[in-house]
């Protein structure tokens, strides 16, 4: 299995099972704003190598162009999460079987992305869990908390629940992560409170918000797999 952290496992199984097959990514556009609320704690948060805007193969035969991306991001399989790990828990060098031979490495070295650097140079990216939030009004249009977007969900006796709306955040550290992780110092950890995200370009403004004390680890408004599945 690869070395990362359990509770991460359990988060993602959770985001799986919340959208019935498979959760939403993370994305903005350059002059839009979101709010969320972490999931995933600062130091939970995978970092990983992964390869950037890969061009696809031709679409299968009965697969329409529009519904098959020309270009998408994989996970390196040289990444060091992938290698066999000694008594210790450090890395050996030797690969699990299926990883450490990455296709992506091996074959595409020619093959220009974005910013014309080759695809398969890798980029670091760190992995994490995000509550989509909303801003809540009064009668008189102030501000008077934010909510958690919800969606629904359909569980395998076919009962529909409302859930919240939880997202895979898949973004650089020094663009986007580090902002959390400062906020968090203080109070040691970044699933107390609301953040503000903001995309200006390629950049993130990020700010600290208000405090969720009602869904902070521990209370009844915290998820966790089990009572998710
Ligand atoms: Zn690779």
Excluded at 61 to 81: I, L
Excluded at 83 to 112: A, F, K, N, W
Aim: charged share 25%; glycine share 8%.
């Amino acid at each position: 299995m690869p070395q990362w952290n359990r509770g991460m496992e359990a988060a993602e199984a959770a985001a799986k099972a919340a959208s019935g097959t498979r959760a939403d990514w993370f994305s903005l556009k350059s002059g839009d704003k979101a709010y969320v609320r972490p999931l995933t704690d600062k130091d939970d948060i995978i970092v990983i190598d992964v390869h950037m805007g890969v061009p696809t193969k031709k679409p299968p035969k009965g697969v329409k162009a529009d519904k098959w991306p020309t270009q998408m991001s994989a996970v390196c399989q040289d990444a060091e999460a992938f290698q066999l790990r000694d008594g210790d828990g450090s890395p050996t060098g030797e690969y699990e079987p299926g990883y450490g031979q990455c296709y992506i490495h091996l074959h595409m070295q020619d093959v220009m992305g974005k910013f014309k650097r080759s695809v398969a140079v890798p980029s670091s990216q760190g992995w994490g869990l995000l509550v989509m939030r909303e801003p809540v009004l009064d009668a008189r249009k102030k501000l008077t908390g934010f909510r958690d977007i919800t969606e629904e969900f359909k569980d395998k006796e076919g009962h529909t629940h409302r859930i919240p709306k939880i997202v895979i955040a898949s973004q650089s550290y020094s663009n986007f992560w580090a902002a959390f992780k400062a906020a968090g110092e203080m109070t040691g950890t970044i699933c107390d409170r609301d953040f503000s995200v903001e995309r200006v370009d390629n950049d993130y403004v990020i700010s600290a918000g208000r405090e969720t004390p009602d869904l902070q680890p521990g209370t009844p408004g915290w998820p966790t797999s089990t009572r998710w599945r």
